[in-house]
Structures are given as structure tokens and as C-alpha cells.
């Protein structure tokens, strides 16, 4: 079976700069798929050359396996929703949705029925009068989103889509796309900062940074199992051990990573061991709290639930954790 | 003591400014005043009466309809010009970056930047060399030249306001690049367009001191009235001329600003 | 799902070929916006101020008539004849009159509406001051050439007022003075004046809409007396505004030709000197000396302007 969107090789240069690196990429058709990385990290302009608003400078882009490089984005049938939204100030919602259908001149009628149960799916049925300017930030998100699936393009697009909205806003879109996701059955692709967000919406996560993909997996993969200590740094907050620290207990010379609430964390009482260290800083978080021990020299995050009774600061504590919990990384 | 700032201006101020007020509008009021006196061979202060004969002689005079005509078809035609070559040079200047963008700001704003007669002899010399007889369309040309920039000013203002992903949004959804034009860029910049033909045509239709070089035989509405100015035939007549210029050039201006009123420069100083 | 293909054929056509071809070829597309204002700008336009400034180094062969075209400076050596040097320095010090003289009336009118005027008042200071900027440039003209007539409305208020005398006594000062006003110096000064008024008002009113009520409050705070924040933060700030207004009111009348013909004693202008020398007297290169002057001079002025920091505040 074809992938739905498939680079080989891409490498996207502005003059000295690399903004993509040779960048090889399968996305399974159907599928969820997070591009995650910081800013400048190639993954926005990953998502440009998908869609066609920039060309490879070297490689080879398919989707669905047709040869897409060369091809304008009015002719993919791939749509974007982008993140300032994008929307045609001089039209009403209810025509900013139809667009793409009058551009294929789709009758009037058909044009709008089809309009207004793209915007039932995301929830906005009824506000096809208003302007884009009467709307909220939510709102002119969800239009966006109507706009680009009335089509039903092969892959749809997304540049972080929930940047814009608060908290709370941002977890119930979170539920809503997934949901929308599978209601379609459309390979959706969309570009985010924001670890959690990767983490919690997507089937498969793909991290960039400076221009390659460090790791493709389940967010459980990237989670867990860490391939680089940038990987390991930026999903989820993790303590990356030293060399020396991971060959005095695993007896290996090599980076890894263990995440924090992997660590067990007992008051020491007077026992002493090797495994004993001093409360630095302690945060009530709410569900959990979280602990910055010093470890004979090493300072290591350790997250508990709120629930168990820990020491205060400058306690002595002994700490313990399984053997698989210490992720091997790239040699020293 | 916050006098000044909280609370509204100081009388001095006040009357000073009202006094200005005042001194900008007395001239053009006093003008349709003349247009009704009865006194035909001087500027009789006051007038001894008041008629409306001159309204009727006005009509009635050729060479006044023969000028009129010309100046609309002057300044229609150089609008559209520049409409096209303004529009142009904005879409070209906000869209990209390239070589020499600032010079082409700078150009475009020469024709009206440098002295009438300095822009009036360059283009006389330039039809001389090209031997080019003065015509209507020699008259076209010289317009359209200094007419660019005020269509260029509006439309570059309003290509800054506009979301550079709309143009990618419309080309994600199916449209090329014509569609895009005609579906979200043209509706997008369409008042500004709009007020910028206005003032070009505006500019056009008062402007003496390029046409006189650009113009052969023609008269232009104008170059009618420095003839009266320096050479007075009919005094009233000429003054209702005049207050029909003036009211002619009052409702563009009008216009062109309720059409950008928010937020965009106003591109009365290009002139 | 959708069943169509992922890439979808064009248009077609020519709006289609073109389109792709302009998506390929950004800058061809670009290229071809710019190039019907380019060649008429570029080429004709400056192409033709070249040529004009080109002649200035020619000069007229005094048996002939016609123009020799070897460089020289003697054209320009001219210029310092003294019936020529009179036109330039009389030109010179009305512009700094009226330049001045604007900045006085405008100053009031464009600080009142860009602070205190609201709303409808606003619309109406606004229009009040793009009427006559949008008015007919010889309608205005016209229209002061009634009002300073013998006959006209001046007159009639010094004669309502009893005080005729005075206007005699004011045109009967040497040089300035004439046989009625619309004859006179002061008359081409009111007249300049008032034409070039609104380019002194815009940018003042645009300045000092910058600047932020809080900086006068500020001041005001500080113990400032309303004399010393005018001086030491309005003005200063307003000063970008001044600048540019000036040089509009600075190089229009330098170049102005009409205004002194209509309302004047008859002393010629730059202006006036440089339409009869390239028309009736055919003496190009002598025209051409003379326009260079006003370039020169606001060349000068800018310079001077920026060096004395009256564009540091931009």
C-alpha cells in the first residue's frame, strides 16, 4: 500500500542555511502524524513543502504516490488549516467554507449544503452569516477546519493548530480533532511545540531538529524509549545521566535517560547507602509533586504522586528504581 | 497644573485654530458668492446685486464645454493608467524582495516630488527627441506619470494590511494564480484601488503646470481658466467656473476618505 | 475518504499554463509587474531629467541662436549675472518668508486638531483642510486675486473699519509694497501662503498625533509650567513634523511660476525666468542652469536639516 505522504531524501537550503537536511519520511495513510521539534527546527517548512508552498531544493516528495515537487499547491488535493487561520476577511464564514467547492463550480445549492455540514462536523452549524471578524479565536479555528475538510482532501494539514487558544480551549480541541480524525478517516499531519500536545493527539510523533528527524515512533516510544538525548530533553522532561553516573549502576559508559516519575523516593531515616540523597527543592504541582535531589553530586527530577507523604527541603531521601527504567542512550 | 492635557485646549489656542480654520475656507466661500454678482468688469466688493444669469451664459459658452470635455477624458484615461502601473508596482514592491525595491518607491514619487516645470520640460524634451507632436495622448502620458504614485501609495498601504496567507490559503484550496486575483486579492484591495483613482483623477483633472508643457492646441479645463486668469473675458462666468470646479474635487476627496478612513495613511500627502 | 487523485490536473488554457508558469518563475512574474512602469519611469522620465540637466552644461551661441553642445560652465557662470542673481535671491528669501509665515498659522491649527479634537470635529478639521488642499490650485489663486483686488473685500474692511490709511501706509512700503495688494509682494506672499498651507498642517498634525499623551503628563507631573513643556518636549517632537512641511512650502514656491505672474509687482521668479527661457527665447541650456538651482537649494536644506538632528526623532 502507497504511504499517503512519502519524502526521500528532501533537503530544503535558503542559500547557506538548512531549514531541511535530507529528510526521509513515510506517513501511513489514515493515520494521525505529529511533526514535533522547536522552533527552526524544519518542521514547519516540512509541512510547506507538503503542501506545496515551497519547493525541495533536492529530493523526492510522493502522495498517494503521485510525484508532488513541481506540482502547485492548487493542484494537491491536500488542504491547510494555517495557523493565523487564514480566513477571507471579505467573505461570510458560510463562503470562506464553500470556497474551494465555487473554485471547482460546484452549483450554488450543493455548494452550500455541503458548507454547512462541514461546519455541523466542527460543531459551528448555524454561524454561516456571520464574518470572520465577528468570531472568536475557537470559532475562526473551527471555520478554518470546515474550510479545509468540505473538500475531502487526501491529507489535511495542519501548522499548530491549537497555538492560539488557552488552556482549556486547547485540551478540548485536543479531544475534538482526534475524534473529528477518525469520524473523517483522512491522514491528518500537523506541526507542533508543544510535547503534550504530540504526545496526547497523535498515532505516530516524528522529532525534528536543526533540519533531521531525530526519531520516528508511538508517543510511547519517543517517550520511553529516547533515541538521543535531544529527543530525550525535549518530550517530556527527563533526566539525562551522565556516562559516569549510568556506568556506576549499570556498568556502561553511556548517556540515558530516566524519567522522573520512574524514580521511587522513600524518607532515609538513618539508613544510608549509596542510593541516599538531600532534598534540594521541592513544588507542589497539584497531582504530583516534584523533588530535585541531589544524588552524591548528581541532581536528578524525581515526580511523585501527591498523595504519598515526602520529606521538606534538606531531608535526607533514598531513592530506587528498576533496572529498565534507565533508558540506554548514545555512548560516551 | 494639567491644564492642557486634561481638559481641553487654551482659548489663545482655540481662536488661533479657528482663525485658521476660517482663513482656509473664507477664500473658496467668497468665491461662490462672486458667482452670483451682477457686476461684470471688476471684483466689486460688496456685490451690487445678485443673479443667476451667469449660470445660463456659462452653459451656453463652447469653449468651456470644449475644455470640461477634455479634462474628463484626460483624467479618466490617466487614472486608468495608473491604476494598472500602480497597482502593479504595489503588488510587485509589497510582495517580494528584489533588487532595487527601494528605488522603485523612490521613482515613482519623483514626477510628483520635483517642481511642475522641471517634470514639464523633462517630458516635453522627451516627446521633442521622439518627435512627438502634442496630442491628447502626449497630455495622457504626463498625467499618468505623476498620477502613478497616488494609486501606488494607497495600494501599497493596503497590500501591508493584508495577510500574506490569504494569497497561500486561496492557492490551497484550488485557486491559481488569476483566481486568486480575482477571488480574495481584488476584493481585498478594492477600496483602496478605488480611493486612489479618485485622487488620481482628482490630481488630474486641476493639474496645470505639466499639461502646459504637454499640450498642444488642446485646452484642458485649467489651462481654460490660466487663460482667463491672465486674460479676463467674462469675470462671472469664470467664477462659475470655478465654484463648479471646486464642488467637482470636493466629493472624491469625500469619498476617497470614507473609503479609508480606517487606518490606512491618507494619501492626500502624495501630492 | 475522497477517491480523486492526489494531484490533480491544471486549468488548462492560457490562464492556466500561466499560472503554473509564474508559480515556477516567481521572479519572471515579478519582472514583468514592474517592467511597463520601469521603462516609462526609468527610462523616458529620468532618461529626460538627464538630458535637461545635461543641457545646463551647453550654452547658447549669442550670433546664432543655437545651442553648442561642448561642456562648458559658462551657463551656469551666467547665473551670477546680477538681473539673474536678483531672481534667485528674491525667490530664495520669499520661500523662507512663506516657509516661516506657514509654520506660524499652521502650527495652531494642526496642534488643536491632532489633541483636542474629537469626533465630529475632527472630520470637520480634516475636511476643512483637504478641501483646499484638493481644491483647484488656479481656482485658489483666482480666488485671492478677488479678495486683494482694489475693489475687493480687503478694501471694503479697511473702509468699514475707518482705517484706509493704514492699507495705504502698508502698500507704500519700498520693495514690498505696490499699487494695490493683488499687485504687490505682500499679495504674492498671502497667496503662497495660503496654496501651500495644508502640506505645512498634514505633517505637523501627523507628528504630533505620535506623540504619547503620557510623556505630557509626565512633564506636567515634574512640576513643568505649560511654556517649558511646549519648548522642551511638544516642540522638539513636533520638529520632524515642521521639517517636512517646510521643505514642501520651501521648494513649491522655489519652483512656483504662476502665482507670481498673477498676483505680483512684475519682478520675475525662478520660475518665471525658466518658462520664458526655454519657450520664446529658446536658451535651453540657460533654462536648464536655472532649474538646477531649486534642486540645489533643497538639496542643501535637507542636508542641513538632517545634520541639525531635525530628523533624529523619526
Same mark, same amino acid.
Given at each position: 500500500?502507497?504511504?499517503?505522504?512519502?519524502?526521500?531524501?528532501?533537503?530544503?537550503?535558503?542559500?547557506?542555511?538548512?531549514?531541511?537536511?535530507?529528510?526521509?519520511?513515510?506517513?501511513?495513510?489514515?493515520?494521525?502524524?505529529?511533526?514535533?521539534?522547536?522552533?527552526?527546527?524544519?518542521?514547519?517548512?516540512?509541512?510547506?513543502?507538503?503542501?506545496?508552498?515551497?519547493?525541495?531544493?533536492?529530493?523526492?516528495?510522493?502522495?498517494?504516490?503521485?510525484?508532488?515537487?513541481?506540482?502547485?499547491?492548487?493542484?494537491?488535493?491536500?488542504?491547510?488549516?494555517?495557523?493565523?487561520?487564514?480566513?477571507?476577511?471579505?467573505?461570510?464564514?458560510?463562503?470562506?467554507?464553500?470556497?474551494?467547492?465555487?473554485?471547482?463550480?460546484?452549483?450554488?445549492?450543493?455548494?452550500?449544503?455541503?458548507?454547512?455540514?462541514?461546519?455541523?462536523?466542527?460543531?459551528?452549524?448555524?454561524?454561516?452569516?456571520?464574518?470572520?471578524?465577528?468570531?472568536?479565536?475557537?470559532?475562526?479555528?473551527?471555520?478554518?477546519?470546515? #474550510?479545509?475538510?468540505?473538500?475531502?482532501?487526501?491529507?489535511?494539514?495542519?501548522?499548530?493548530?491549537?497555538?492560539?487558544?488557552?488552556?482549556?480551549? #486547547?485540551?478540548?480541541?485536543?479531544?475534538?480533532?482526534?475524534?473529528?480524525?477518525?469520524?473523517?478517516?483522512?491522514?491528518?499531519?500537523?506541526?507542533?511545540?508543544?510535547?503534550?500536545?504530540?504526545?496526547?493527539?497523535?498515532? #505516530?510523533?516524528?522529532?525534528?531538529? &536543526?533540519?533531521?528527524?531525530?526519531?520516528?515512533?508511538?508517543?510511547?516510544?519517543?517517550?520511553?524509549?529516547?533515541?538521543?538525548?535531544?529527543?530525550? &530533553?525535549?518530550?517530556?522532561?527527563?533526566?539525562? !545521566?551522565?556516562?559516569?553516573?549510568?556506568?556506576?549502576?549499570?556498568?556502561?559508559?553511556?548517556?540515558?535517560?530516566?524519567?522522573?516519575?520512574?524514580?521511587?523516593?522513600?524518607?532515609?531515616?538513618?539508613?544510608?547507602?549509596?542510593?541516599?540523597?538531600?532534598?534540594?527543592? #521541592?513544588?507542589?504541582?497539584?497531582?504530583?509533586?516534584? !523533588?530535585?535531589?541531589?544524588?552524591?553530586?548528581?541532581?536528578?527530577?524525581?515526580?511523585?504522586?501527591?498523595?504519598?507523604?515526602?520529606?521538606?527541603?534538606?531531608?535526607?531521601?533514598?531513592?530506587?528504581?528498576?533496572?529498565?527504567?534507565?533508558?540506554?542512550?548514545?555512548?560516551? | 497644573?494639567?491644564?492642557?492635557?486634561?481638559?481641553?485646549? /487654551?482659548?489663545?489656542?482655540?481662536?488661533?485654530?479657528?482663525?485658521?480654520?476660517?482663513?482656509?475656507?473664507?477664500?473658496?466661500?467668497? $468665491?461662490?458668492?462672486?458667482?452670483?454678482?451682477?457686476?461684470?468688469?471688476?471684483?466689486?466688493?460688496?456685490?451690487?446685486?445678485?443673479?443667476?444669469?451667469?449660470?445660463?451664459?456659462?452653459?451656453?459658452?463652447?469653449?468651456?464645454?470644449?475644455?470640461?470635455?477634455?479634462?474628463?477624458?484626460?483624467?479618466?484615461?490617466?487614472?486608468?493608467?495608473?491604476?494598472?502601473?500602480?497597482?502593479?508596482?504595489?503588488?510587485?514592491? /509589497?510582495?517580494?524582495?528584489?533588487?532595487?525595491?527601494?528605488?522603485?518607491?523612490?521613482?515613482?514619487?519623483?514626477?510628483?516630488?520635483?517642481?511642475?516645470?522641471?517634470?514639464?520640460?523633462?517630458?516635453?524634451?522627451?516627446?521633442?527627441?521622439?518627435? $512627438?507632436?502634442?496630442?491628447?495622448?502626449?497630455?495622457?502620458?504626463?498625467?499618468?506619470?505623476?498620477?502613478?504614485?497616488?494609486?501606488?501609495?494607497?495600494?501599497?498601504?493596503?497590500?501591508?494590511?493584508?495577510?500574506?496567507?490569504?494569497?497561500?490559503?486561496?492557492?490551497?484550496?484550488?485557486?491559481?494564480?488569476?483566481?486568486?486575483?480575482?477571488?480574495?486579492?481584488?476584493?481585498?484591495?478594492?477600496?483602496?484601488?478605488?480611493?486612489?483613482?479618485?485622487?488620481?483623477?482628482?490630481?488630474?483633472?486641476?493639474?496645470?503646470?505639466?499639461?502646459?508643457?504637454?499640450?498642444?492646441?488642446?485646452?484642458?479645463?485649467?489651462?481654460?481658466?490660466?487663460?482667463?486668469?491672465?486674460?479676463?473675458?467674462?469675470?462671472?462666468?469664470?467664477?462659475?467656473?470655478?465654484?463648479?470646479?471646486?464642488?467637482?474635487?470636493?466629493?472624491? $476627496?469625500?469619498?476617497?476618505?470614507?473609503?479609508?478612513?480606517?487606518?490606512?495613511?491618507?494619501?492626500?500627502?502624495?501630492? | 475518504?475522497?477517491?480523486?487523485?492526489?494531484?490533480?490536473?491544471? *486549468?488548462?488554457?492560457?490562464?492556466?499554463?500561466?499560472?503554473?508558469?509564474?508559480? *515556477?518563475?516567481?521572479?519572471?512574474?515579478?519582472?514583468?509587474?514592474?517592467?511597463?512602469?520601469?521603462?516609462?519611469?526609468?527610462?523616458?522620465?529620468?532618461?529626460?531629467?538627464?538630458?535637461?540637466?545635461?543641457?545646463?552644461?551647453?550654452?547658447?551661441?549669442?550670433?546664432?541662436?543655437?545651442?553648442? *553642445?561642448?561642456?562648458?560652465?559658462?551657463?551656469?557662470?551666467?547665473?551670477?549675472?546680477?538681473?539673474?542673481?536678483?531672481?534667485?535671491?528674491?525667490?530664495?528669501?520669499?520661500?523662507?518668508?512663506?516657509?516661516?509665515?506657514?509654520?506660524?498659522?499652521?502650527?495652531?491649527?494642526?496642534?488643536?486638531?491632532?489633541?483636542?479634537?474629537?469626533? *465630529?470635529?475632527?472630520?470637520?478639521?480634516?475636511?476643512?483642510?483637504?478641501?483646499?488642499?484638493?481644491?483647484?490650485?488656479?481656482?485658489?489663486?483666482?480666488?485671492?486675486?478677488?479678495?486683494?483686488?482694489?475693489?475687493?473685500?480687503?478694501?471694503?474692511?479697511?473702509?468699514?473699519?475707518?482705517?484706509?490709511?493704514?492699507?495705504?501706509?502698508?502698500?507704500?512700503?519700498?520693495?514690498?509694497?505696490?499699487?494695490?495688494?493683488?499687485?504687490?509682494?505682500?499679495?504674492?506672499?498671502?497667496?503662497?501662503?495660503?496654496?501651500?498651507?495644508?502640506?505645512?498642517?498634514?505633517?505637523?498634525?501627523?507628528?504630533?498625533?505620535?506623540?504619547?499623551?503620557?510623556?505630557?503628563?509626565?512633564?506636567?507631573?515634574?512640576?513643568?509650567?505649560?511654556?517649558?513643556?511646549?519648548?522642551?518636549?511638544?516642540?522638539?517632537?513636533?520638529?520632524?513634523?515642521?521639517?517636512?512641511?517646510?521643505?514642501?512650502?520651501?521648494?513649491?514656491?522655489?519652483?512656483?511660476?504662476?502665482?507670481?505672474?498673477?498676483?505680483?509687482?512684475?519682478?520675475?521668479?525662478?520660475?518665471?525666468?525658466?518658462?520664458?527661457?526655454?519657450?520664446?527665447?529658446?536658451?535651453?541650456?540657460?533654462?536648464?542652469?536655472?532649474?538646477?538651482?531649486?534642486?540645489?537649494?533643497?538639496?542643501?536644506?535637507?542636508?542641513?536639516?538632517?545634520?541639525?538632528?531635525?530628523?533624529?526623532?523619526?
Amino acid at each position: 500500500m502507497n504511504s499517503a505522504v512519502s519524502l526521500q531524501k528532501v533537503s530544503r537550503h535558503f542559500g547557506m542555511v538548512k531549514a531541511m537536511d535530507e529528510v526521509d519520511l513515510e506517513i501511513v495513510p489514515g493515520e494521525f502524524f505529529a511533526m514535533l521539534g522547536p522552533s527552526g527546527s524544519g518542521k514547519t517548512t516540512c509541512l510547506r513543502l507538503i503542501a506545496g508552498f515551497e519547493q525541495p531544493t533536492s529530493g523526492h516528495i510522493e502522495i498517494f504516490g503521485e510525484t508532488a515537487e513541481g506540482v502547485p499547491p492548487y493542484r494537491r488535493n491536500v488542504n491547510t488549516v494555517f495557523q493565523d487561520y487564514a480566513l477571507f476577511p471579505h467573505l461570510n464564514v458560510l463562503d470562506n467554507v464553500a470556497f474551494s467547492l465555487m473554485l471547482k463550480k460546484v452549483p450554488r445549492v450543493i455548494r452550500r449544503k455541503k458548507a454547512e455540514e462541514a461546519l455541523d462536523m466542527v460543531r459551528l452549524g448555524g454561524y454561516g452569516n456571520r464574518k470572520p471578524g465577528q468570531l472568536s479565536g475557537g470559532q475562526r479555528q473551527r471555520v478554518a477546519l470546515a #474550510r479545509a475538510i468540505v473538500n475531502q482532501p487526501k491529507v489535511l494539514l495542519l501548522d499548530e493548530p491549537l497555538g492560539a487558544l488557552d488552556l482549556k480551549l #486547547r485540551e478540548s480541541m485536543q479531544d475534538e480533532l482526534k475524534a473529528l480524525q477518525k469520524a473523517l478517516g483522512i491522514t491528518f499531519v500537523f506541526v507542533t511545540h508543544d510535547q503534550g500536545e504530540a504526545l496526547s493527539m497523535a498515532d #505516530r510523533v516524528a522529532v525534528f531538529s &536543526d533540519g533531521k528527524v531525530q526519531q520516528i515512533g508511538t508517543p510511547e516510544d519517543i517517550y520511553k524509549r529516547p533515541q538521543s538525548r535531544f529527543v530525550a &530533553d525535549f518530550v517530556g522532561s527527563s533526566n539525562v !545521566l551522565s556516562p559516569e553516573f549510568v556506568y556506576s549502576i549499570v556498568g556502561e559508559r553511556r548517556w540515558a535517560s530516566l524519567r522522573p516519575e520512574a524514580i521511587h523516593v522513600m524518607a532515609s531515616g538513618n539508613n544510608v547507602s549509596r542510593m541516599t540523597g538531600t532534598i534540594i527543592s #521541592r513544588s507542589y504541582l497539584g497531582p504530583t509533586i516534584r !523533588l530535585l535531589i541531589d544524588l552524591n553530586g548528581t541532581q536528578l527530577h524525581a515526580s511523585v504522586p501527591s498523595t504519598e507523604i515526602m520529606p521538606g527541603e534538606g531531608q535526607k531521601v533514598t531513592l530506587g528504581f528498576a533496572k529498565d527504567a534507565i533508558h540506554l542512550m548514545e555512548p560516551a | 497644573m494639567r491644564s492642557e492635557a486634561g481638559n481641553g485646549a /487654551s482659548w489663545p489656542l482655540k481662536l488661533a485654530a479657528g482663525a485658521g480654520i476660517a482663513f482656509l475656507l473664507l477664500p473658496l466661500l467668497l $468665491i461662490f458668492v462672486y458667482a452670483f454678482t451682477t457686476e461684470e468688469k471688476s471684483f466689486q466688493w460688496p456685490p451690487p446685486g445678485l443673479t443667476l444669469k451667469w449660470f445660463a451664459v456659462a452653459w451656453g459658452r463652447v469653449d468651456i464645454w470644449q475644455a470640461l470635455t477634455l479634462s474628463v477624458q484626460v483624467a479618466s484615461i490617466s487614472t486608468l493608467f495608473a491604476l494598472i502601473l500602480g497597482t502593479l508596482c504595489a503588488a510587485a514592491v /509589497s510582495r517580494s524582495k528584489f533588487f532595487g525595491r527601494e528605488v522603485i518607491s523612490l521613482l515613482v514619487i519623483l514626477p510628483i516630488a520635483l517642481p511642475g516645470i522641471i517634470t514639464g520640460i523633462a517630458l516635453r524634451s522627451a516627446f521633442n527627441l521622439f518627435e $512627438i507632436p502634442p496630442s491628447f495622448w502626449t497630455i495622457v502620458l504626463g498625467h499618468a506619470t505623476f498620477c502613478i504614485v497616488v494609486v501606488y501609495n494607497n495600494a501599497v498601504a493596503r497590500f501591508r494590511r493584508t495577510s500574506g496567507s490569504l494569497v497561500e490559503a486561496s492557492m490551497d484550496l484550488g485557486a491559481d494564480g488569476f483566481q486568486t486575483f480575482r477571488h480574495v486579492i481584488l476584493p481585498n484591495i478594492g477600496t483602496a484601488l478605488l480611493a486612489g483613482g479618485m485622487l488620481a483623477f482628482a490630481l488630474s483633472f486641476d493639474e496645470v503646470i505639466v499639461t502646459t508643457f504637454t499640450a498642444g492646441q488642446q485646452q484642458t479645463l485649467p489651462l481654460w481658466m490660466l487663460e482667463e486668469l491672465i486674460r479676463p473675458r467674462q469675470r462671472p462666468v469664470t467664477n462659475v467656473v470655478a465654484m463648479f470646479v471646486v464642488l467637482v474635487t470636493f466629493l472624491p $476627496i469625500l469619498a476617497a476618505y470614507y473609503l479609508t478612513r480606517d487606518g490606512d495613511t491618507v494619501s492626500g500627502m502624495g501630492k | 475518504m475522497s477517491s480523486e487523485a492526489a494531484v490533480l490536473p491544471g *486549468r488548462g488554457g492560457i490562464f492556466g499554463g500561466l499560472s503554473d508558469l509564474f508559480w *515556477r518563475q516567481p521572479k519572471l512574474f515579478v519582472f514583468l509587474l514592474l517592467t511597463p512602469a520601469a521603462l516609462w519611469l526609468g527610462i523616458v522620465y529620468l532618461g529626460s531629467l538627464f538630458t535637461l540637466l545635461l543641457q545646463s552644461f551647453f550654452h547658447i551661441d549669442d550670433f546664432s541662436g543655437l545651442v553648442v *553642445r561642448e561642456f562648458t560652465l559658462a551657463t551656469y557662470a551666467e547665473l551670477f549675472k546680477p538681473q539673474n542673481l536678483d531672481v534667485i535671491v528674491r525667490t530664495v528669501v520669499m520661500s523662507a518668508l512663506v516657509t516661516l509665515g506657514s509654520i506660524v498659522v499652521a502650527f495652531p491649527i494642526a496642534y488643536y486638531a491632532a489633541r483636542y479634537a474629537k469626533g *465630529r470635529w475632527k472630520a470637520v478639521f480634516y475636511l476643512a483642510v483637504m478641501l483646499p488642499l484638493w481644491s483647484s490650485y488656479l481656482v485658489k489663486v483666482y480666488a485671492w486675486k478677488l479678495i486683494l483686488a482694489k475693489e475687493g473685500i480687503v478694501g471694503w474692511v479697511f473702509e468699514q473699519l475707518h482705517i484706509t490709511p493704514a492699507l495705504d501706509a502698508i502698500l507704500a512700503i519700498p520693495v514690498i509694497g505696490g499699487n494695490s495688494l493683488s499687485f504687490s509682494f505682500i499679495g504674492t506672499f498671502l497667496v503662497f501662503l495660503y496654496i501651500w498651507l495644508p502640506y505645512m498642517i498634514l505633517p505637523i498634525q501627523a507628528a504630533v498625533e505620535r506623540v504619547p499623551v503620557n510623556l505630557i503628563d509626565a512633564a506636567a507631573d515634574l512640576g513643568a509650567p505649560p511654556v517649558t513643556i511646549f519648548r522642551h518636549v511638544i516642540f522638539p517632537l513636533a520638529l520632524p513634523g515642521i521639517v517636512a512641511g517646510s521643505i514642501f512650502t520651501f521648494s513649491l514656491t522655489l519652483g512656483d511660476y504662476i502665482i507670481p505672474q498673477i498676483v505680483g509687482n512684475g519682478r520675475l521668479f525662478i520660475g518665471q525666468v525658466v518658462y520664458t527661457q526655454q519657450g520664446t527665447a529658446g536658451n535651453i541650456p540657460l533654462a536648464a542652469a536655472f532649474t538646477v538651482v531649486p534642486v540645489v537649494i533643497m538639496g542643501l536644506y535637507l542636508w542641513g536639516a538632517r545634520k541639525a538632528g531635525a530628523f533624529d526623532a523619526l
